[in-house]
């Protein structure tokens, strides 16, 4: 079970490099306001703001996303009882599959990490590595080669993780590879934030780290995958659900 405030105190932890030095760059801005002629001072008081807003609205956010919304708690998956096999795929930080776990009672849940310290070189996601053991019986892989047989899956999820692939071509091969395990009327879902307006407004310049939606309309047609539902579990996270083509529900 999850904890009060687990993840915006996640956040805090893996990422306090980053708080750290918003609160230098405050600091300093503070300690120069008194050197700085009137109305150019003005503009340090300017900056002041925008920094401390910055953390604000960002922690704020982040509260309500991961701790307050219910996205690990999956009530906006449908279980269906028949499943036989669930799959999760995650790059390097899992708090997903002791959920899904939980759901999917009578399914087998297999695990994926495709998590490669030489590509993936977050400082965050060394230091959620090591206060977070992985899920048990995890398997570590690479994003174009998947040990699953050939239309085996009935879900596979990848939630807050495919952005994590940079290069457009072995993202599309990923999901290619996902398309192959997949049952005919299997399910993709795919959880990520996006690159627009309110992602900016809430991460800053952070919100580069994400994809456009035109962006993931394009992977996922070159990926032979039809786009069969499209999700806000709030106005800054979306979930697709994606079946291979010509095998919609």
């Not at 490099?17 to 230098?24: G, P």
């Not at 300093?28 to 050197?35: N, Q």
């Not at 786009?227 to 806000?232: E, F, G, P, S, Y």
């Amino acid at each position: 079970m999850r904890k009060p405030f687990q993840g915006t105190l996640n956040i805090l932890r893996f990422n306090w490099h980053f708080y750290l030095l918003a609160l230098i760059g405050l600091g300093f801005l503070l300690s120069i306001e008194s050197l700085i002629p009137d109305p150019l001072n003005l503009l340090i008081w300017i900056g002041s703001f925008i920094t401390i807003a910055d953390i604000i609205v960002s922690l704020a956010v982040s509260f309500y996303i991961y701790d307050l919304s219910g996205l690990y708690a999956f009530k906006w998956i449908k279980a269906i009882g028949d499943e036989k096999l669930i799959v999760n795929i995650h790059a390097g930080f899992d708090e997903s599959s002791v959920g899904l776990k939980q759901l999917f009672k009578s399914a087998e849940l297999t695990v994926f990490d495709f998590y490669n310290p030489k590509i993936h070189t977050e400082v965050s996601i060394k230091r959620a590595r090591k206060a977070y053991p992985p899920f048990t019986g995890t398997i570590a892989i690479e994003t174009k080669s998947i040990p699953l047989a050939n239309e085996s899956a009935d879900k596979i999820f990848v939630i807050f993780s495919a952005h994590e692939i940079r290069d457009e071509q072995e993202r599309v091969a990923f999901f290619k590879e996902l398309n192959r395990c997949l049952k005919p009327k299997g399910e993709i879902i795919v959880v990520e934030h996006l690159r627009d307006t309110l992602n900016f407004m809430a991460y800053s310049i952070g919100f580069f780290h994400f994809y456009s939606l035109k962006t993931w309309l394009r992977v996922f047609k070159t990926a032979e995958l039809t786009l069969n539902k499209t999700q806000k579990l709030t106005p800054f996270v979306s979930v697709y659900t994606l079946h291979s083509n010509g095998n919609q529900l």
